[in-house]
């Protein structure tokens, strides 16, 4: 069982930025693969960035090149930094991991973040 706690949501203004945290806990973070997601109201949940183990990272096409993901397996923690927001960034992000090699997945309780225009 892992439990997963988000935080560093918040009002930011168009073209400014910020970090979340994902905090995890109850097993072996390095066995993990770590997932943002972010979900508006009256939207589908979205699929943001996901880190391997490793340093391996991929991002969604709307974000490639202005978000960062990347964590600290010391900390058992994933980081989303996250440059030049818009505000069609405005969601509720989730944090999400995947115990590799299975379908076990554990989600987050969520964060809001709200981009000002």
């Known amino acids: 069982q892992v439990q997963l706690v988000e935080s560093g949501g918040g009002l930011v203004q168009a073209g400014g930025s910020l970090r979340l945290s994902c905090v995890a806990s109850g097993s072996t973070f390095s066995n993990y693969a770590m997932r943002w997601f972010r979900q508006a109201p009256g939207k589908e949940r979205e699929f943001v960035a996901r880190?391997?183990?490793?340093?391996?990272?991929y991002y969604a096409d709307s974000v490639n090149g202005r978000f960062t993901i990347s964590r600290d397996n010391a900390k058992n923690t994933v980081y989303l930094q996250m440059n030049s927001l818009k505000p069609e960034d405005t969601a509720v992000y989730l944090c999400n991991a995947v115990r590799i090699g299975t379908s076990t997945v554990y989600w987050g309780q969520g964060t809001q973040v709200t981009v000002s225009s």
């Open positions: 880190i391997w183990s490793g340093d391996s990272v």
